[in-house]
């Protein structure tokens, strides 16, 4: 069973998030599924992120990553 939230990227490494319902916000998280465990974002670029919305994590969708998948 595959425990990340996308296939393009390794179990662990950082990914952007977005929201459905506010595609201007921003976060990082690991690659790790599910997004629901845990409400822990990280900001690796020292940038302000914003706050995080108060939407339900189901709400929060990958930002596409290029390029095949890669093994878990």
Known sequence: MDS???TK???GQQIALTCKNHPDLRWSNKNIA???CRKIFFNLMNEPMGPECDCHFEELVVIPI???DVPE
Do not use: I, W
């Open 4 to 6: 990340r939230l996308t």
């Open 9 to 11: 990227a390794p179990h």
């Open 34 to 36: 599910p997004l629901g």
């Open 66 to 68: 290029e390029g095949p």
